[in-house]
T-cell receptor, first 115, second 114 residues
Framework: KAGVTQTPRYLIKTRGQQVTLSCSPISGHRSVSWYQQTPGQGLQFLFEYFSETQRNKGNFPGRFSGRQFSNSRSEMNVSTLELGDSALYLC??????????????FGPGTRLTVL | GNSVTQMEGPVTLSEEAFLTINCTYTATGYPSLFWYVQYPGEGLQLLLKATKADDKGSNKGFEATYRKETTSFHLEKGSVQVSDSAVYFCALSDRSGNTGKLIFGQGTTLQVKP
């Protein structure tokens, strides 16, 4: 069974540009969550999508947005990039069928560098 | 709000040494607790989990017990190997809702020397 895939793996952008990152969850998984990982702030939750609806959102500015498609694939978009957006962006998927516990499986991440 | 605190690293050990990485949490209700591991250049892998008090999670020689009375979930391994060198993250999820949100500790870097 294929794992969570993220594309692209590496990305270099300049300040002010926008970027779109893609995540394909494990087949059958309905929930996709996004995290930002930086040396200073560690791992921070961005948002979660389930059945094409945003179910949960972290404390990030509106420049960060996402969506989920009917096949559960998800994209996140960052507009007007800032230097501080340089990070590893991780996507995780889960079955989301239990109300008490859902194991999350992580992709390898997209390394975004903003110059 | 919910939070996780891990011991600061890096932790440097010799091969076959005993490992403990401390993790304490603050949460309302009864969270599920996890340890994830991140090898260089890779994403996170679930190492072990515990979903209720007194549960012991174990995998690949690593163990952690959910201690509600001390709000802790310390990671232990009796004999570390060079291949265990990685960053370890303690995390919790809120059980009160069907949510994918995980709250992570800052991570502890483990370096094992031969």
């Amino acid at each position: 069974k294929a794992g969570v895939t993220q594309t692209p793996r590496y990305l270099i952008k300049t300040r002010g540009q926008q970027v779109t990152l893609s995540c394909s969850p494990i087949s059958g998984h309905r929930s996709v969550s996004w995290y930002q990982q930086t040396p200073g702030q560690g791992l921070q939750f961005l948002f979660e999508y389930f059945s094409e609806t945003q179910r949960n959102k972290g404390n990030f500015p509106g420049r960060f947005s996402g969506r989920q498609f009917s096949n559960s694939r998800s994209e996140m978009n960052v507009s007007t990039l800032e230097l501080g957006d340089s990070a590893l962006y991780l996507c995780a998927s889960s079955l989301a069928v239990s109300k008490t516990y859902n194991e999350q499986f992580f992709g390898p991440g997209t390394r975004l560098t903003v110059l | 709000g919910n939070s996780v605190t891990q011991m600061e690293g890096p932790v440097t050990l010799s091969e076959e040494a005993f490992l403990t990485i401390n993790c304490t949490y603050t949460a309302t209700g009864y969270p599920s607790l996890f340890w994830y591991v991140q090898y260089p250049g890779e994403g996170l892998q679930l190492l072990l989990k515990a979903t209720k008090a007194d549960d012991k999670g174990s995998n690949k020689g690593f163990e952690a017990t959910y201690r509600k009375e001390t709000t802790s979930f310390h990671l232990e391994k009796g004999s570390v190997q060079v291949s265990d060198s990685a960053v370890y993250f303690c995390a919790l999820s809120d059980r009160s809702g069907n949510t994918g949100k995980l709250i992570f500790g800052q991570g502890t870097t483990l370096q094992v020397k031969p």
